[in-house]
Nanobody, 122 residues
Framework: QVALVESGGGTVQAGGSLRLSCTAS????????MGWFRQTPGKEREFVAL????????YYGDSMKGRFTVSTDKAKNTVYLQMNSLKPEDAAVYYC???????????????WGQGTQVTVSS
C-alpha cells in the first residue's frame, strides 16, 4: 500500500513559479517511476513529467521542456515539480503517480494522489 499526497498548489501570475510536492507514505522501491500528470475540465489527463527513482533519469512532455523540473528527495520520500514561466494554459489539477514502467501513459501507473489545484492568472 502506497499513499501519495500532493501539496504546493495555488494561484500565481503568468510568468511566475510554483513548486509542487508529492510525499509517499509507503515504500518507494528503487525500480519505481514517479510521474506527474495534469487535467482540466473536458480534457484527458495529460502527461507532464516523470523521474526514475533509482537513477534520477527524467522525461518531460513537449510543452513542459525548459520550464518544468522534476526531482526527488529520497530521505523525505518526496518528489517535486518545479514549475517556472507559468502560462495560463498550465492551469489544471496536478496529480502525482507511482508506477514501475518508464512511461508517459497514465495506464502504467498504479497509485495516484488526490491532486492539487494550480491557477495561473494573466
Amino acid at each position: 500500500q502506497v499513499a501519495l499526497v500532493e501539496s504546493g498548489g495555488g494561484t500565481v501570475q503568468a510568468g511566475g513559479s510554483l513548486r509542487l510536492s508529492c510525499t509517499a507514505s509507503g515504500r518507494i522501491f528503487s525500480s519505481s517511476v514517479m510521474g506527474w500528470f495534469r487535467q482540466t475540465p473536458g480534457k484527458e489527463r495529460e502527461f507532464v513529467a516523470l523521474i526514475r527513482w533509482s537513477s534520477g533519469t527524467t522525461y518531460y512532455g513537449d510543452s513542459m521542456k525548459g520550464r518544468f523540473t522534476v526531482s526527488t528527495d529520497k530521505a523525505k520520500n518526496t518528489v517535486y515539480l518545479q514549475m517556472n514561466s507559468l502560462k495560463p494554459e498550465d492551469a489544471a489539477v496536478y496529480y502525482c503517480a507511482k508506477g514501475h514502467t518508464f512511461s508517459s501513459s497514465r495506464g502504467d501507473y498504479n497509485f495516484w494522489g488526490q491532486g492539487t489545484q494550480v491557477t495561473v492568472s494573466s
